[in-house]
């Protein structure tokens, strides 16, 4: 008789984006708010040093935190520089909220986020009257000199919900109507949260447009588990990395239909994953993710997929060498401006271990593989590369280590000990 299947339960940490939205809504809110469940990861950390060094009372990271807002446009100068570290969200999601207050600040962050373009932020906010000056290119340090602004109908050329986010909250500072249209819809949880908070919000396809809210109400949310960090331990069960007949319930996960593109994909694979949702909170669907092991054959993934799982295409990477057959990526050109170039990165790393890859202008192509891989990787201090090639050595018979496996820290601290007690 062979052994029952198992079926194991995990709540990964909060998530990430609607963290850093959550502790900027409530400083800005007029009143003390509460955060349940926030992520305690460093690119978190990061924000709320930010709003503490602007005068916003927030109180150490914990799993209940309450937040006295400052009101709308009620943020004070701040003495020193502004530390983003490694947060791309922290840098762009507070350009658009200090484009709106009429002081100086000078947003400054670790070697990979002075990399990264803000020129993608300046432009919009620049056409709104705030001015933006660097000492590199488009890159940290830049000082923004904030004040009133104008109205603006952006027309993006990338799908970026940092951007699309920017504009929103420097609409929602200033008092002005925004309007941002995008080629595909990125991750829409500014415009659902602050839907939620009485705010006027219309979102139709590709475009958010925001109207003038005299305040922002005090609020309570209860942080949904990330389905970024999710998606790592679903590829692993997927690909039978729990056991060859283990399933795995991933629980209270944020399943915003922006931010489910790798479960999608997963499926086309043909995995045996699904979803089912259980509650809102502030406007964000919540449920739980069921997978279980099955045979996996390669994909395409074009364009408009893209966005809903940017930050999961490295993984599908990784994945994609142990289905059948070939797995195409395209249109993804935006992970060149990730924390590392995660295109570059994946494909070298994947060649180093063994797997056979190809780097394209704007994606990557895997040929799956029953050989095993193995090999120490360069995470380049990229989180997500860490993550990703630390589930491919949790895969039976590869042996993958990781050069700077405590970078994982910036969204999932928890994740080596996580993934060691799903794989025990
Ligand atoms: C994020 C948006 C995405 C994503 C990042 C988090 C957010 O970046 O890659 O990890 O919280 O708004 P882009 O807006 O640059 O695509």
């Keep these: 008789m062979s052994a029952r299947p198992t079926t194991r339960a995990v709540r990964v940490p909060g998530d990430k984006s609607i963290s850093h939205r959550a502790l900027i809504c409530a400083a800005l809110a007029s009143g003390r708010s509460r955060i349940r469940h926030i ?21 150490p990271l914990a799993d209940d935190v309450r937040v006295d807002g400052r009101g709308l446009g009620g943020l004070k100068a701040s003495t020193g520089s502004l530390d983003c570290g490694n947060s791309g969200t922290t840098a762009r999601l507070m350009a658009g909220v200090l484009s709106a207050h009429a002081f100086a600040s000078r947003l400054v962050g670790d070697a990979s986020l002075s990399r990264r373009p803000m020129g993608r932020v300046a432009r919009p906010l620049g056409e709104m009257g705030a001015r933006f000056t660097f000492e590199h290119g488009d890159h940290l340090p830049m000082v923004i000199t904030g004040g009133p602004l104008q109205p603006i109908d952006w027309q993006s050329p990338t799908s970026s919900a940092q951007v699309k986010s920017a504009i929103l909250f420097a609409g929602l500072v200033a008092r002005v109507p925004v309007s941002v249209t995008e080629p595909v819809r990125s991750r829409d949880h500014t415009e659902r949260l602050l839907g939620a908070l009485g705010v006027e919000l219309r979102s139709c ?17 209860d942080v949904p588990a990330d389905p970024s960090s999710a998606a790592f331990l679903a590829a692993l069960a997927a690909a039978g990395g729990i056991g060859d007949r283990a399933g795995l319930q991933l629980t209270d996960v944020a399943l915003n239909p922006t931010r489910l593109g790798f479960f999608r994909v997963l499926r086309d694979m043909g995995a045996d994953v699904s979803w089912e949702v259980e509650r809102e909170e502030c406007g964000e669907p919540v449920g739980t993710i069921s997978v279980a092991p099955r045979a996996l054959s390669g994909v395409q993934v074009g364009a408009e997929q893209v966005p809903a799982m940017i930050d999961e295409l490295p993984l599908l990477a990784c994945l994609a060498t142990c289905a059948d057959g070939e797995t195409e990526i395209r249109g993804a050109g935006e992970l060149r401006v990730k924390e590392s170039d995660r295109i570059a990165a994946v494909v ?30 360069r995470a380049h201090g990229d989180h997500r590369l860490a993550m990703a090639f630390g589930v491919l050595g949790a895969l ?25 007690r799903v794989t025990a």
């Design 39 to 59: 992520l305690p990861s460093a690119d978190i950390h990061s924000t709320a040093g930010v709003l503490r060094a602007l005068g916003a009372a927030v109180p």
């Design 205 to 221: 396809g590709g475009q958010a447009s925001l109207q003038p809210a005299t305040e922002l109400a005090p609020f309570q949310i």
């Design 348 to 377: 070298q790393n994947l060649r180093l271990v063994g797997a056979d890859a190809e780097e394209l202008p704007d994606g990557l192509r895997v040929r799956g593989t029953n050989t095993s891989l193995g090999g120490e990787i």
């Design 396 to 420: 039976s018979g590869n042996a993958v280590e990781v050069d700077d496996p405590d970078c994982v820290a910036v969204s999932y601290p928890g994740f080596w000990s996580d993934l060691a």
